[in-house]
């Protein structure tokens, strides 16, 4: 791994204080797609190393169905502003068939800059997921239910007054954190992490997800030389009892 840095637990969160628009007045939410009230701008600006290209905003919209909902997030010029929904051609290749207008860039994340720093790079692949997930609600939600390792940034202390006095593993940890009924490998860096390859820059952490059954999860972002446009491969490399369903 070139050029390795290893994060904390805590450096995979926002770190601004973002106050959302007050919503006291909103009405209720329409069925099926509208322009959505929220500003999905708010997820990138709670990310220090992260910024909106000026010429660019994001705007996005949303689904509403009985207590369910979902929304796409788009890259639009900065002087332009989303058209209805009815205007827009769907994508029906995609869940919902969501509506695009046709200024809109492919990938949002072509909206995004930062300062190239690893730290970037993390925040770009939190931001990635919260963006995806923005509108959602009930049964909509699934990155909302991942929880990314290690917990806490102690975990070795944690796990020192429940194994013994040995320096704990990360094997001993996934075991601590919950009963797996297979584990098909054990990381090697259970934090998060950057490096290169190929030239390319690279985030890889891990999270355990309870949506239906415990899931140890790993997620690679491969971004692009030039951008923070990114590939992401999700990978199951664990399996537990329990877990909820809502």
């Known amino acids: 791994m070139k050029n390795l840095t290893i994060f904390t637990a805590s450096a995979a969160k926002p770190n601004i204080i973002v106050i ?11 069925a099926g797609w509208s322009i959505s009230a929220d500003n999905p701008e708010d997820i990138i600006h709670g990310f220090s190393q992260l910024k909106i290209k000026n010429e660019y905003k994001l705007r996005g919209y949303q689904y509403f169905s009985g207590r369910n909902g979902n929304g796409v997030v788009w890259a639009i010029p900065a002087a332009a502003e989303l058209p209805d929904p009815e205007l827009c051609v769907r994508l029906d290749d995609f869940f919902l068939s969501p509506p695009k207008p046709q200024f809109a860039l492919d990938d949002f994340m072509g909206a995004i800059d930062g300062d190239r720093s690893p730290l970037s790079y993390l925040q ?9 997930e923005f509108g959602a609600i009930w049964h909509g939600c699934s990155w909302g239910q991942d929880r990314i390792l290690p917990y806490t940034d102690d975990y070795r202390e944690e796990m020192r007054s429940d194994i013994d006095e040995r320096d704990p593993r990360i094997e001993d940890y996934l075991n601590f954190i919950h009963p797996w009924d297979e584990l098909k490998e054990i990381p090697d860096i259970l934090n998060p992490h950057f490096f290169y390859k190929n ?5 890889i952490f891990y999270t355990v997800n309870d949506i239906g059954y415990y899931k140890l999860n790993r997620y690679i972002h491969t971004f692009d030389k030039e951008s923070y446009i990114q590939k992401v491969k999700r990978e199951e490399i664990g399996s537990g009892p329990g877990g909820i369903i809502f």
């Open 20 to 30: 959302p628009a007050d919503d006291t007045d909103r009405m209720e939410l329409p």
């Open 199 to 203: 030239g390319k820059p690279v985030i």
């Open 124 to 132: 770009a692949a939190i931001a990635l997921h919260e963006l995806y």
